[in-house]
C-alpha cells in the first residue's frame, strides 16, 4: 500500500524556518508528481508548492513565493519542503500528495494524501 508520512512540523516564531519532509512508499517515486497543501483552522485546503515529475519544474502559491522551496531526493523517495520567513498567516496543517503522471497538481486529482503535520507560527 501506498503511504505518505509527513514529518518536521512544529512551533516557531514569526521570522523563523522549518523543513517539512514527506517519505513515500509503496509507489514508483520519480513518476509522481509531489506537492504541498495547508489547511488553516478555518480556511479550505490550499495548494502551496509542487514539483513535477520527470523534469522537477516546480510550482508555488503567490502568498509563499520567495520564502518557500520544495525539493525531493529520489534516492531517498522524500520529499521537502524548506520554509524560511515564516509569518503567522502560515499557521496550518500541512498535507503531502503525489500525483502519478501530472503537471497539474490539484487538491481533486491527488491520488493520495498524507495524514498532515501541524505548522505553529507565533508573533
Known amino acids: 500500500q501506498v503511504q505518505l508520512v509527513e514529518s518536521g512540523g512544529g512551533l516557531v516564531q514569526a521570522g523563523g524556518s522549518l523543513r517539512l519532509s514527506c517519505a513515500a512508499s509503496?509507489?514508483?517515486?520519480?513518476?509522481?508528481?509531489m506537492g504541498w497543501f495547508r489547511q488553516g483552522p478555518e480556511n479550505e485546503r490550499e495548494f502551496v508548492a509542487a514539483i513535477f515529475w520527470g523534469v522537477s519544474s516546480t510550482s508555488y502559491a503567490d502568498s509563499v513565493k520567495g520564502r518557500f522551496t520544495i525539493s525531493k531526493d529520489n534516492a531517498k523517495n522524500t520529499v521537502y519542503l524548506q520554509m524560511n520567513s515564516l509569518i503567522p498567516e502560515d499557521t496550518a496543517v500541512y498535507y503531502c500528495?503525489?500525483?502519478?503522471?501530472?503537471?497539474?497538481?490539484?487538491?481533486?486529482?491527488?491520488?493520495?494524501w498524507g495524514k498532515g503535520t501541524l505548522v505553529t507560527v507565533s508573533s
Open positions: 509503496g509507489l514508483t517515486f520519480s513518476r509522481y508528481s
Open positions: 500528495a503525489a500525483d502519478k503522471f501530472t503537471y497539474a497538481l490539484t487538491s481533486a486529482g491527488v491520488d493520495y
